[in-house]
Each structure stands twice: as structure tokens, then as C-alpha cells.
Nanobody
Framework: QVQLVESGGGLVQPGGSLRLSCAAS????????MRWYRQAPGKQRELVAA???????NYADSVKGRFTISRDNAKNTVYLQMNSLKPEDTAVYYC???????????????WGQGTQVTVSS
């Protein structure tokens, strides 16, 4: 069994910062890409940031320069540092990772349960 567990969401004022964490656990052989998505009420889920196992990263235009994705491969954990937060960043943030377990030769996409981020004064 593989699980992704997010933490770090909460309420923050505009201009503030939050750091999200997502830890993968279980029978993990290897992890390829790790990503953060978000979904605001009434909107489609969108890709916020992604990190490959080789260290490449990419970001949605709306968060470039404000958000930073990083990962600790030894801990099977990905982070999202969010600075200069805006009300429009309010959403449920989801972690997603391509993981190969010990019982599979394929990489499968797993999702976390989501963590709420609210930016409001």
C-alpha cells in the first residue's frame, strides 16, 4: 500500500507565506515525478508545480517567482514553499506522485487527500 499525506495548510493573510509538505509512505520502490495541484471552488483542478526525479522543476505562470517546489528523496517528501500569497491562491492543494511499488513494474499516480489553503485578511 502507498499513501500520500499532505500537511501545512491553513489560513494566512495576503502577502504571507505557507509551506506545504507531502510525505509518501508504504511499499515504495521508487518515485518519479512529484507534483502539486490545486482546486478552487467552482474551478477545475490545475497543476501548480512539478518536480522530476532528475531535479527539473516547472511552475504555473500564476505562481512563478512566488512558489518553490523541492523534494527530499531520502524522506520521499515533496514541499511547496508559498510566498507572497494572494487571495486567488485560496484552494485545496493536492499532492500527486508517480510511484512504483515493490509489487509492480509500473509507475502509478497516487493522490493525497488535500489540504486547505485560505488567503484572507
Amino acid at each position: 500500500q502507498v499513501q500520500l499525506v499532505e500537511s501545512g495548510g491553513g489560513l494566512v493573510q495576503p502577502g504571507g507565506s505557507l509551506r506545504l509538505s507531502c510525505a509518501a509512505s508504504g511499499s515504495i520502490s521508487s518515485i518519479n515525478a512529484m507534483r502539486w495541484y490545486r482546486q478552487a471552488p467552482g474551478k477545475q483542478r490545475e497543476l501548480v508545480a512539478a518536480s522530476t526525479s532528475g531535479g527539473s522543476t516547472n511552475y504555473a505562470d500564476s505562481v512563478k517567482g512566488r512558489f518553490t517546489i523541492s523534494r527530499d528523496n531520502a524522506k520521499n517528501t515533496v514541499y511547496l514553499q508559498m510566498n507572497s500569497l494572494k487571495p486567488e491562491d485560496t484552494a485545496v492543494y493536492y499532492c500527486n506522485a508517480d510511484i512504483r511499488s515493490f509489487i509492480s513494474i509500473l509507475y502509478i499516480g497516487y493522490w493525497g487527500q488535500g489540504t486547505q489553503v485560505t488567503v484572507s485578511s
